[in-house]
């Protein structure tokens, strides 16, 4: 599993994301590029996975092939 900043880096450069225009989205996305591993304390939460959450339900506007494959390594991390 590898850090939740790693992926950040990899969705903001996918062409399709410039597309999204949730301002909510892109602020998860800037929280997402300080995060470490999904197991990892973040926030006052205990693990990252709820800032994960959050970005998968805001982010309905993002398409194509690397969103989904994204999202379906982010749904793997899933407890």
């Given at each position: 599993?590898?850090?939740?900043?790693?992926?950040?880096?990899?969705?903001?450069a996918?062409?399709?994301?410039?597309?999204?225009?949730?301002?909510?989205?892109?602020?998860?996305?800037?929280?997402?590029?300080?995060?470490?591993?999904?197991?990892?304390?973040?926030?006052?939460?205990?693990?990252?996975?709820?800032?994960?959450?959050s970005?998968?339900?805001?982010?309905?506007?993002?398409?194509?092939?690397?969103?989904?494959?994204?999202?379906?390594?982010?749904?793997?991390?899933?407890?």
């Amino acid at each position: 599993m590898r850090k939740i900043s790693e992926l950040a880096v990899e969705i903001e450069a996918d062409p399709a994301w410039k597309k999204v225009t949730s301002t909510d989205a892109h602020k998860i996305l800037k929280m997402m590029k300080t995060a470490g591993l999904v197991n990892a304390t973040f926030g006052a939460d205990l693990n990252g996975w709820p800032l994960l959450a959050s970005f998968r339900s805001c982010t309905h506007q993002w398409k194509g092939p690397e969103a989904r494959r994204l999202r379906a390594e982010i749904k793997s991390w899933e407890p």
